[in-house]
């Protein structure tokens, strides 16, 4: 089975402009979580798909695969898309994964889980997700209402139910 990993990365974020670059230590951020990734060794290919040619050539300066995208997408799924379609090592995935461009401390044993989710043949698509208690209320992290069995419902930034009424 061919898996693939691709980093959507953009510069022009909304709460954190040029979060990518952004240095960790000694290496920026894009530089961490394609270094995480790759090293798992659970992926034929690490792809970053950029607008930014900032962010293109920092990629490729520390030897990363990386390809322009184009500046109009709505979401990183758009610009994963996008990547499928342009490069020829993706043709023939089986499996490929939405890496989080701004997670440099991701591991390996929950992409293993979400990987593995696709032994199920009826599983087209999964999402890695935990139990939250502290920063509920905090929109830059993603929430999700799931049925009994596990599946996703809805996703939202906003807390579920949310709650309008603040001092009760």
Same mark, same amino acid.
């Given at each position: ?69 184009? *500046?109009?997408?709505?979401?990183? @799924? !758009?610009?994963i898309? =996008? #990547?499928?379609?342009? /490069?020829e090592c ?22 293993? *889980?979400?990987?593995?989710?696709? @032994? !199920?043949?009826?599983? =087209? #698509?999964?999402?890695? /997700? ?39």
């Open positions: 089975m061919k898996v693939i990993a691709i980093i959507p990365a953009r510069y022009d974020s909304t709460r954190f402009p040029g979060k990518p670059l952004a240095k960790l230590g000694s290496k920026t951020i894009i530089q961490h979580v394609y270094n995480r990734t790759s090293d798992t060794g659970l992926f034929a290919e690490v792809i970053v798909g950029t607008d930014d040619q900032r962010i293109f050539e920092e990629v490729a300066a520390f030897g990363g695969k990386v390809t322009i995208t184009s *500046k109009t997408h709505k979401s990183g @799924s !758009d610009r898309a =996008e #990547v499928c379609r342009k /490069m993706c043709y023939d995935a089986d499996i490929v994964v939405n890496i989080q461009g701004d997670e440099p401390f991701i591991s390996k044993e929950p992409l293993v *889980k979400l990987i593995n989710a696709f @032994s !199920d043949n009826d599983v =087209e #698509v999964a999402s890695l /997700m935990h139990i939250m208690k502290k920063d509920v209320a905090d929109p830059n992290n993603v929430k999700v209402v799931c049925d009994k069995l596990g599946f996703a419902l809805y996703f939202s930034r906003s807390a579920i139910p949310y709650k309008r009424d603040k001092t009760k």
